[in-house]
Structure formats: C-alpha cells, structure tokens
C-alpha cells in the first residue's frame, strides 16, 4: 500500500480515503478530502488558497529546495523484499525525518529573527502612544515596591534588635535558649 499527495494541498492521501478524478487523457489527480475536490473543480490555484503546502512554498514560509527532499521522490522500480534491506531502509528513513526536522527548525528560526525585532518595534511604538494608561501603574508599582522593601526593613531590624537581647542575656550569666 502506498500514502499518495493531494493534488491540491500537498497533504498525505491515505489507503481508503479522498477521491481520484481520473480526466480524458487517463491522467489521475487524488484528492484527500472533498475541500480539495471542490477548490480544483472551481479551477483556483493551489499557490493562491492560503492552506495549502504551495502556497506556503511560494511565500517563503516552508522550505521550498533541500536535499532532504530527494528521498520523497516517487520510484517505481520494483524490489525483491529483503529483510536486512527494509531494516536498514527504515533506519535511514528516520535518520532523513530527524535531519529534515532540524533543518526545518533552523529555517523557521532564521526567518522569525526579523520578524522579532519588528515585533519589538511595534511595542515600544504602542507603549509609546499610550504612555499616559501605564503612568498610574507604573507609579502604583513604585509604592508597592516602596512598602515591601521598608517591611524587609523593620523585620530585619527587629531581628537584629532581639538578636542584641539575647546576647545581652548571654553575658549576665544566664543559659542560651
């Protein structure tokens, strides 16, 4: 059995699920749920509906060439099953998913850099223009701030104070606690 790709968006088309439109020229196009089926009979374009791998692909937002992707070619030539071979085609399957997983990351990191720094942009341009509504937080935040430290303050003051008694205590004669 094998998991085909959605004509319309890229995604997996399993045994037993979508639909095949088969057209004049017996050329196949399988459809992985009716939301493709109907997009390709009103003939939109695939790199022009926002959900779809093409379009991602076309605006920069996924990977669209790496090596990684050679290994997902379709091959039609037929192989005697062997043991030893299917094993080691397994191990080398995951090994590919693991370096495709961190390419991927790595992409998606360097291309939200920019979009941090314009994102830090936006919000000292927004405190900026409503400087007036953080004012009084601000300065309720500093007499919070102000409070706790003078309690630190007395507490360790009286610390010290019946730290000063007991060693007084200590020096009449008397035991320790």
Partial sequence: MRIE?????????YP???????RNDSKQFRFCRSKCHRNFNKKRNPRKVAWTKAYRKTRGKE????????????????????RDLMGKTIMAMHKVQE?????????????????????KKQARVEIEKSIELLAPAVAKREDVMRNVVDS?????????????????VNDDGMEED
């Fill in 16 to 22: 037993g699920h979508g639909m095949v439109f088969v």
């Fill in 63 to 82: 990977m669209a060439v790496d090596s990684t992707f050679e290994f997902e070619k379709r091959r039609n030539r037929p192989v005697k099953y062997d």
């Fill in 5 to 13: 790709k959605c004509y319309f968006c890229s995604s997996p088309c």
């Fill in 152 to 168: 630190a303050r007395a507490r360790i003051a009286a610390r010290k104070k019946t730290i000063g008694q007991r060693v007084a």
């Fill in 99 to 119: 370096i495709k997983e961190k390419r991927e990351d790595r992409f998606f990191s360097n291309r939200m850099k920019d979009a941090m720094v314009e994102k």
